[in-house]
Nanobody, 122 residues
């Protein structure tokens, strides 16, 4: 079992930055690939970024160059640094953990946090 708790969301102006954190419980955190997804009302959950236990990273095309995913296994944490934020980045951001399957598909993730709201004003 892995429990995930996100933090770091908030209100920021366009062009600004935020750093999301996800704290995980469980002794097997380092064996999971971790992902960030986001969702706006009425739309499907969207892949943002993922990082493997070997620290390989994957990004959605629209986030490349602006977002950076990282992890600290000693702290059981994964982070999402978001720069050059745009109003269209406004969403609830979720942290998730997976043991197998595609990094990009939300239905391959086994555990989810409760989400943190990010609002980017224009």
């Amino acid at each position: 079992q892995v429990q995930l708790v996100e933090s770091g969301g908030g209100l920021v102006q366009a062009g600004g930055s935020l750093r999301l954190s996800c704290a995980a419980s469980g002794r097997t955190f380092s064996s999971y690939a971790m992902g960030w997804f986001r969702q706006v009302p009425g739309k499907e959950r969207e892949f943002v970024a993922a990082i493997t236990w070997r620290f390989n990273t994957y990004y959605a095309d629209s986030m490349k160059g602006r977002f950076t995913i990282s992890r600290d296994n000693a702290k059981n944490s994964v982070y999402l640094q978001m720069n050059s934020l745009k109003p269209e980045d406004t969403a609830v951001y979720y942290c998730a953990a997976r043991s197998s399957g595609s990094y990009y598909a939300p239905n391959t993730y086994d555990y989810w946090g409760q989400g943190t709201q990010v609002t980017v004003s224009s």
